[in-house]
């Protein structure tokens, strides 16, 4: 069974430092992954997604991830953090094709940002 | 249009309540969810239809009774809810439901209940 990993629960980065978020993955075919942010009392708005080709991805607000297959990893980073991007921040894993509709979700990380 | 949009945004009910959630997308998508979210959790998967059939009932209670009129319309029927039914439910659709690429889900912005 797919599963996906959030090691951190929290973290708090400086306005202006650069970021990092980590996903790690677990899934025996070539996975499709998504980065979705959710802002306090909103929805899930996509980040970013891989399905193949160059491994570094880049999304919305400045954010890009970068899949690594031998470390099961696509992390989320953004070189400077504005105070807006205070949210959850959720990886998420899709079946492969005709495996069915079910996205897998990690538990989540809590970014807060310091002015 | 790439948006999925959700009414009401907040609702209150008592237990003896009978409430009725929308979720509307004109993306043209086949696919569509009904998530609840729990504080600092991550969605729940609740429903899914896909070409307007239920594909996935995530053993939900009965009190909650899906409904997809057509393609671009999502219901969610409440009756007798509990206090802990009180969540974030979030309606999101995808272009298909069968996994890879398809399931990308665009999300609304979810409806606030409160279970009295």
């Known amino acids: 069974a797919q599963s996906v990993t959030q090691p951190d629960i929290h973290i708090t980065v400086s306005e202006g430092a650069s970021l990092e978020l980590r996903c790690n993955y677990s899934?025996?075919?070539?996975?499709?992954l998504f980065w979705y942010v959710q802002s306090p009392g909103q929805g899930l708005q996509l980040l970013l997604k891989?399905?193949?080709?160059?491994?570094l991805v880049q999304g919305i607000k400045g954010f890009e991830a970068e899949f690594k297959r031998s470390q099961s990893s696509f992390n989320l980073r953004k070189p400077s953090v504005h105070w807006s991007d205070a949210a959850e921040y959720f990886c998420?894993?899709?079946?492969?094709?005709?495996?069915?509709?079910?996205?897998?979700f990690g538990t989540g990380t809590q970014l807060k940002v310091e002015l | 249009d790439t948006e999925v949009t959700q009414t009401p945004k907040h609702l209150v009910m008592g237990m003896t309540n009978k409430k009725s959630l929308k979720c509307e997308q004109h993306?043209?998508?086949?696919?569509m969810y009904w998530y609840k979210q729990k504080a600092k959790k991550p969605p729940e998967l609740m429903f899914v239809?896909?070409?307007?059939?239920?594909?996935i009932n995530e053993s939900v209670p009965s009190r909650f009774s899906p409904e997809c009129p057509n393609s671009s319309l999502l219901n969610l029927h409440l009756h007798a809810l509990q206090p802990e039914d009180s969540a974030l439910y979030l309606c999101?659709?995808?272009?298909?439901?069968?996994?890879?690429?398809?399931?990308?889900?665009?999300f609304g912005p979810g409806t606030r209940l409160t279970v009295l």
């Open positions: 998420a894993v899709a079946p492969r094709p005709g495996g069915g509709n079910k996205l897998t």
């Open positions: 999101a659709s995808s272009q298909e439901g069968n996994g890879g690429p398809y399931n990308e889900q665009f």
């Open positions: 899934y025996g075919a070539t996975p499709y």
């Open positions: 993306m043209g998508h086949r696919a």
């Open positions: 239809y896909s070409y307007e059939k239920l594909s």
């Open positions: 891989y399905f193949s080709g160059d491994t």
